[in-house]
Nanobody, 118 residues
Framework: QVRVVESGGGLVQSGGSLRLSCKVP???????????MAWYRQFPEKERELVAQ???????LYDESVKGRFTLSRDNARKTMYLQMNNLKPEDTAKYYC?????????WGEGTLVTIPS
């Protein structure tokens, strides 16, 4: 079983920034290199939706609503993926989940809540 741990959520005012982190503890670096990672979010009573996703050999895919504001990055030495979120808006309020695709199997974390009051 692969453990996925998100952190970095919180409450921030509109226009502010947060950086979410996703760690995969217990993973050796050579395995982490091969993981394909993504961020999803879920609004209350809605389905989980893609926010940003790595694509092998291509640029990262972003949902239109976050383009230019959110940036996905990863630090392979730290076995951590990040989501830098700038210019946050009330409509970004959601629970954010890290998704890890490893050898054809998908793993999810418990999520981290991001709240931007209107």
């Amino acid at each position: 079983q692969v453990r996925v741990v998100e952190s970095g959520g919180g409450l921030v005012q509109s226009g502010g920034s947060l950086r979410l982190s996703c760690k995969v503890p217990g993973t050796i670096s050579s395995v982490f290199w091969g993981d394909v990672m993504a961020w999803y979010r879920q609004f209350p009573e809605k389905e989980r939706e893609l926010v940003a996703q790595e694509r092998s050999g291509e640029s990262t895919l972003y949902d239109e609503s976050v383009k230019g504001r959110f940036t996905l990055s990863r630090d392979n030495a730290r076995k951590t993926m990040y989501l830098q979120m700038n210019n946050l808006k009330p409509e970004d309020t959601a629970k954010y989940y890290c998704n890890v695709l490893r050898r054809g199997v998908t793993y999810w974390g418990e999520g981290t809540l991001v709240t931007i009051p209107s």
